[in-house]
């Protein structure tokens, strides 16, 4: 089973409020994810971290921030809480392969389910 | 554009009636293909990687398999605990990213 952990799990908030989500991994994984989920429909990449000091964004355009200062932890932050923002976010870990070798599968969190009202 | 299409979008069983779930892709250059399957409100749970055209690989009552342009996930004799969405994920380059489809939301007739 995957040592991956998100908290909360389930959030409601008020709009223009700071949030911040956890995500945390003990599995000593280099590259971290954060991906957003609306209900019936496909997972979005908004970051992704190679490892340490290292943050990109995803392919969906997202208003929130990650930071990625030890490698077990990788939260991500939203300044102002929008009703907009009302989503599933997913965190993942993977193994980044070595030269040459093949891409290696990505663990999943629980899952935070935020609703800004 | 890289996209990966699974179908069908659902699907209603009834115990022990074997089916076949679908995920197809148009690809600059596939690095792995995975499966996941994902229960309501919860996160991803792997279940499957694929790398070559032929390859299989089996799980108590799922085997996936992969062609050039598609890749089956064969459900043999279903039991009502296999009810989930499966999602099937694509990387296409060396950057990591993994391109998901919308899954297929597998409901077991009780």
């Known amino acids: 089973e995957a040592d991956i952990y998100q908290t909360p799990r389930y959030l409601v908030i008020g709009t223009g409020k700071k949030i911040t989500l956890e995500c945390s991994q003990t599995m000593g994984h280099d590259k971290m994810y954060w991906y957003q989920q609306d209900p019936g429909m496909e997972l979005h990449l908004i970051h992704y971290s190679y490892g340490v000091n290292s943050t990109e964004k995803g392919d969906l355009s997202s208003e929130s921030t990650v930071s990625r200062i030890r490698t077990e932890h990788f939260p991500l932050t939203l300044e102002s809480a929008r009703p907009s923002h009302t989503s599933q976010y997913l965190c993942a870990s993977s193994v980044i392969p070595g030269t040459g070798d093949l891409p290696t599968e990505a663990f999943f969190g629980q899952g935070t389910r935020l609703t800004v009202v | 554009e890289d996209q990966v299409t699974q179908s069908p979008e659902a699907l209603r069983l009834q115990e022990g009636e074997s089916s076949s779930l679908n995920c197809s892709y148009t690809?600059?250059?596939?690095?792995?293909l995975f499966w996941y399957r994902q229960d309501p409100g919860k996160g991803p749970e792997f279940l499957f990687t694929l790398y070559s055209a032929g390859e299989e690989k089996e799980k108590e009552r799922l085997k996936a398999t992969l062609t050039k342009k598609e890749s089956f996930l064969h459900i043999t004799a279903p039991k009502p605990e296999d009810s989930a969405t499966y999602l099937c994920?694509?990387?296409?380059?060396?950057?990591?990213?993994?391109?998901f489809g919308k899954g297929t939301l597998l409901t077991m007739n009780p």
């Open positions: 690809v600059s250059g596939l690095r792995g």
């Open positions: 994920a694509v990387q296409f380059s060396s950057n990591y990213k993994l391109t």
